[in-house]
């Protein structure tokens, strides 16, 4: 037996409402827009998004979103060898790389420390970034993590971590509102907060 149309309909709903800051509603709306609209605008979404998750993966050294092995910053040799950026998550990465202020390294953690939804240390990659401190030479780890309780809790888990290591630890100035996700902030105010970074004790 065939499905009727509005199984069909329940089915992509159903999709994008397991997407962020999605509802039912947005869901629903996003649905009937692609379902009335010239084939080619859903075929064009469906086909980008499968082409992207075919050819892009992490990258083995930062996991940072790449379509090689390694990505292309930890592949650029001119990047200041000094410097590593702990981030949430690789967009992150590409805000940061949008405001041009930092040349640096990164190690995306993918994720944050979070009780409530139970999301451990060892969800994230936290054993990786011991083990490029403890190899790679850098002598300034910059905890660029959300202003927010999670942000916080995973910054001190840090320093507790890499405390045998001799780095220096920065978290990013003010300027950012707590509670706001970095992903939102401008790239000036984001430039700010590199610039203005101070010792994490
Ligand atoms: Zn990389």
Redesign the pocket.
């Known amino acids: 037996m065939s499905l009727n149309h509005s199984d069909y309909v329940k089915d992509i709903v159903f999709a994008f409402k397991k997407l962020p800051g999605i509802g039912e509603r947005s869901a629903r709306r996003l649905a009937f827009y692609l379902l009335s609209q010239n084939e080619s605008v859903a075929y064009d979404l469906a086909d980008a998004i499968k082409n992207a998750k075919q050819n892009i993966k992490l990258?083995?050294?930062?996991?940072?979103l790449?379509s090689d092995d390694?990505?292309?910053?930890?592949?650029n040799p001119s990047r200041n060898h000094k410097q590593l950026c702990v981030v949430e998550n690789p967009e992150i990465i590409y805000v940061f790389e949008k405001s041009g202020n930092y040349n640096g390294?990164?190690h995306v953690l993918h994720g944050l420390i979070n009780p409530l939804e139970g999301i451990a240390p060892s969800d994230l990659r936290l054993r990786e970034l011991t083990g490029r401190v403890e190899t790679g030479g850098f002598e300034e780890i910059i905890l660029a993590l959300n202003p927010n309780s999670n942000g916080e809790a995973t910054s001190i888990y840090i320093q507790k971590i890499l405390s045998p290591y001799n780095v220096r630890m920065s978290i990013l100035a003010r300027g950012i509102p707590i509670g706001s996700d970095l992903e939102y902030v401008d790239k000036d105010t984001l430039s700010e907060a590199i610039n203005y970074r101070k010792k994490f004790d």
């Open positions: 990258c083995k050294n930062c996991f940072n790449s390694v990505c292309h910053i930890c592949n390294y990164y």
